[in-house]
Nanobody, 125 residues
Framework: VQLQASGGGLVQAGDSLRLSCAAS????????VGWFRQAPGKEREFVAH????????PGPDSVKGRFTISRDNAKNTVYLQMNSLKPEDTAVYYC???????????????????WGQGTQVTVSS
């Protein structure tokens, strides 16, 4: 499966963005999807996950209550709705996929064999 992340941009603190992860090549409804982010000089961080059946796993406390993951299998797309953005949310955001699978190891980058190219999110104060 090929993944294409999009929707990033430059916004102000408090704004919202919706990132999209579009898939092609396989039946996307059979894949669980995770969102990660990586800020300069930092490790890639788990943000959210959704199973192939639609069950979501929240991310760390830093994004809980602000970020929501969802999917539209008819459009082969998974979304990450980000509200009340903060400067510390600035990072490159990546989506990743794994066929079927649950959420037990979903926070680990090694869990996912397929990755998108990333989309830059910059939040100014």
């Amino acid at each position: 499966v090929q993944l294409q992340a999009s929707g990033g941009g430059l916004v102000q603190a408090g704004d919202s963005l919706r990132l999209s992860c579009a898939a092609s090549g396989r039946t996307f409804s059979d894949y669980s999807v995770g969102w990660f982010r990586q800020a300069p000089g930092k490790e890639r961080e788990f943000v959210a996950h959704i199973t192939w059946t639609g069950t979501s796993k929240p991310g760390p406390d830093s994004v809980k209550g602000r970020f929501t993951i969802s999917r539209d299998n008819a459009k082969n797309t998974v979304y990450l709705q980000m509200n009340s953005l903060k400067p510390e949310d600035t990072a490159v955001y990546y989506c990743a996929a794994r066929a079927a699978g649950g959420s037990t190891r979903a926070t680990m980058t090694s869990y996912y064999p397929y990755w998108g190219q990333g989309t830059q999110v910059t939040v100014s104060s």
